[in-house]
């Protein structure tokens, strides 16, 4: 079993910077790969960024390519998402997940994660 706890959401403005962050407990967290997906509404629930468990690998969506960047402190349970130059369309709600059947790959589909967090809001204003 793995909780999952996010925080770190807001309103921000277009061009603004948002960290958001993950607190994880139960499992060993340095034994799983973690990513961040969102879900704006309306829409499916999206990849945004994934990282291996210690932190060497990572993986992001195009459109978040240069702008995001997520990390780990495996000492803290914890992820991060720092967003930086932050649009409009990057408004949704945002989840971390847990992938506890591998260390080392990033996978980009929701379906493979097996914990969730319950979200938290972003919204940047125009």
């Known amino acids: 079993q793995v909780q999952l706890v996010e925080s770190g959401g807001g309103l921000v403005q277009s061009g603004g910077s948002l960290r958001l962050s993950c607190a994880a407990s139960?499992?060993?967290?340095?034994?799983?790969?973690m990513g961040w997906f969102r879900q704006a509404p309306g829409k499916e629930r999206d990849f945004v960024a994934g990282?291996?468990?210690?932190?060497?690998?990572?993986r992001y969506a195009n459109s978040v390519k240069g702008r995001f960047t997520i990390s780990r402190d495996n000492a803290r349970n914890a992820l991060y998402l720092e967003m930086n130059s932050l649009k409009p369309e990057d408004t949704a709600d945002y989840y971390c997940?847990?992938?506890?059947?591998?260390?080392?790959?990033?996978?980009?589909?929701?379906?493979?994660?097996?914990?969730w967090g319950q979200g938290t809001q972003v919204t940047v204003s125009s």
């Open positions: 139960g499992r060993t967290f340095s034994a799983y790969a």
């Open positions: 997940a847990a992938d506890i059947h591998t260390r080392w790959i990033v996978d980009v589909r929701p379906d493979e994660y097996d914990y």
């Open positions: 990282i291996s468990w210690s932190g060497s690998g990572t």
